[in-house]
């Protein structure tokens, strides 16, 4: 919540369950009912502060109230959304060791097949290509934090990938920045450069570019060259390549440095050999495109991914590829497992506008309703998701997540069944408290 020196909770908190008579007028299965969470008369706000007036945690204003439940007449089975499915697919991680790496002669044998027979053109391979490196930087680098982001562009394929990346990364929310200094003349390229020219994204000339570029980036995309390229680098990219260099130096003097993502072969490496010297650059991620290189194999970067989703089943077969399956419809896959982390420095700044109390209504069911409204609006996913702590006589607290599945002036409803745990805590102890977090509007 940037400078603001307030900070207040919203918690719907102590609720107090009893059981009314369920009229026989109803067939019940006895095992599952619809609970309602009735105000009693006891309302209250709560506010906290923090005496750090740079940085707050998601914390949004909120109230606190006590609530008696009752069991209202109709039932129905507890019905809950499984989320178990969907997290597990986007967190795909594939064994590096078992993932198929290629030479620079597969791979160009690859292009070529898909360029010929299979009837691809070259600029669809680039779009997807450049959508799939665009959306690995989105997975890792979030542009609260990571928005200035300096693309470097070679002049063949590799850097057509770096524009089409600066353009999805632009739709993305980032500032992207583009070095182009040896342009091509082909229309494919003239194109991409006007579709970026429209949407205002600076081109940088060598002069305008920082010596030191982590004083004016976050991330610096190095889409010089790909692995057809072969020799030593010349004049302009051997000095861009020594200016990426130097970030891996500044970096390890303790200081903040602009993080790097090649785009499928770090530029100045071998295709096969890697950083053959072991000057060249270290890039904090890589994005591999159709299927690893094998000098992919010595990167040691925290994040490298596979992008490129168009590898169609007969030349999976016949270069026998090993690749990982892509989680639903994303354009990138993790390959390897992800970086250690000092889950301590894990945090987000949030910026909110300004909420403060004399803005709540005066009863809490009232600025729930105007705060539901508000998710619904946002569209966000399952709003009525909730978190339902209980704890049974012997005190140990549960919480799992359920569905709101009405409220009003009387209370909340959820579906429960009388034999699941919750049930079972609930009888012995008829306290519970509910949680909402609407994670793109910064509240709970």
Sequence with gaps: MGSRNRAMTCLISRLYLVSNNISSSFSIPPSFHQFSLIPSSSLHFTTSYSSNKQSFSNLGLGFSSSFTSTIRGFCSREIMSNKVASSLENLQISDSSSVTYLSAKEAAEIDEILMGPLGFSVDQLMELAGLSVATSIAEVYKPSEYSRILVICGPGNNGGDGLVAARHLHHFGYRPYICYPKRTSKALYTGLVTQLESLSVP???????????????????????????????????DDLIQRLVSLHRYDHAHQRSAVIASVDIPSGWHVEEGDIGGEGIKPDMLVSLTAPKLCAKKFCGPHHFLGGRFVPQPIAEKYTLNLPSYPGTSMCV???????????????????????????????????????????????????????????????????????????????????????????????????????????????
């Design 334 to 444: 993790r390959i390897g497992k992800p970086p250690q982390v000092d889950i301590s420095a894990l945090r987000e700044n949030y910026i909110s506008p300004e909420f403060d109390k004399d803005q709540l209504e005066a009863n809490p069911i009232d600025q729930f309703k105007k705060w539901f409204d508000d998710s619904l609006t946002a569209g966000l996913h399952e709003p009525n998701a909730m978190a339902l702590s209980t704890a049974g006589k012997d005190g140990k607290p549960s919480s799992r997540m359920v569905l709101l599945k009405g409220f009003d002036k009387e209370g909340f409803v959820w579906y429960t069944n009388y034999e699941s745990h919750k049930g079972h805590q609930l009888s012995e102890n008829p306290h519970a408290a509910l949680l909402f977090y609407w994670d793109g509007l910064n509240r709970q």
């Design 203 to 237: 081109f940088l000339s060598l002069e305008d570019l920082p010596q030191d570029l982590s004083n004016d980036f976050d991330v610096v995309i190095d889409a010089m060259f790909g692995f057809s390229f072969h020799g030593t680098p010349r004049p302009p990219f």
